[in-house]
Nanobody, 122 residues
Framework: VQLQASGGGLVQPGGSLTLSCAASLRTFSSYGMGWFRQAPGKEREFVAAAISWRSSTYHADSVKGRFTISRDNAKNTVYLRMNSLKPEDTAAYYC????????????????WGRGTQVTVSS
């Protein structure tokens, strides 16, 4: 099982990026998918989650109105559209998959991909 995140890079403050995470999961739609991020010296923190069977999405307060999670179950892919990026959004971004539990907590996720670095700087 693999989760492959891509789309990170260097962007100026106020800019936009879209992250993608392709999952080799047989029943992708049955998994809750989340995005987390971790900056150097900080704990991994929740960014957003999309739960198909609940038809629900969740976003951290720090990114509400700027970031949007979406998923395409036909393509086994989850996206994170990031607008109005700020320097404090700089971090390694990870996608993860879960079957059950609180979608906002990292320990609820049992599958993790490698991070993709997002750097917001002028």
């Amino acid at each position: 099982v693999q989760l492959q995140a891509s789309g990170g890079g260097l962007v100026q403050p106020g800019g936009s990026l879209t992250l993608s995470c392709a999952a080799s999961l047989r029943t992708f739609s049955s998994y809750g998918m989340g995005w987390f991020r971790q900056a150097p010296g900080k704990e991994r923190e929740f960014v957003a989650a999309a739960i198909s069977w609940r038809s629900s999405t969740y976003h951290a307060d720090s990114v509400k109105g700027r970031f949007t999670i979406s998923r395409d179950n036909a393509k086994n892919t989850v996206y994170l559209r990031m607008n109005s990026l700020k320097p404090e959004d700089t971090a390694a971004y990870y996608c993860a998959a879960q079957k059950t539990g609180n979608p906002l907590t990292p320990r609820s996720y049992n599958l993790w991909g490698r991070g993709t670095q997002v750097t917001v700087s002028s």
